[in-house]
């Protein structure tokens, strides 16, 4: 993420939606919903990829998660 917070990621994709839409006014909250949704599907593309390329550390991690959650 370069440093990025997801919160700075949702802004600018938000920010980016309303622009390819025209600039709506009165949409601040949809627009924020659909970047949420956007940038939260391409953080969990991102961890499927790492993970998919860590192999084994992968697998450890996931069994770390199901761990602490229960």
Do not use: P
């Not at 949809?30 to 992968?58: F, L, M, P, Q």
């Amino acid at each position: 993420m370069d440093g990025e917070t997801v919160e700075q990621r949702i802004r600018a994709k938000a920010y980016s939606l309303w622009q390819e839409d025209g600039s709506m006014e009165g949409c601040a909250d949809e627009y924020w919903r659909k970047a949420r949704n956007v940038v939260e599907a391409e953080i969990a593309d991102e961890k499927r990829r790492h993970g998919a390329s860590d192999g084994a550390t992968g697998e450890g991690s996931a069994a770390a998660e199901d761990t602490s959650q229960g």
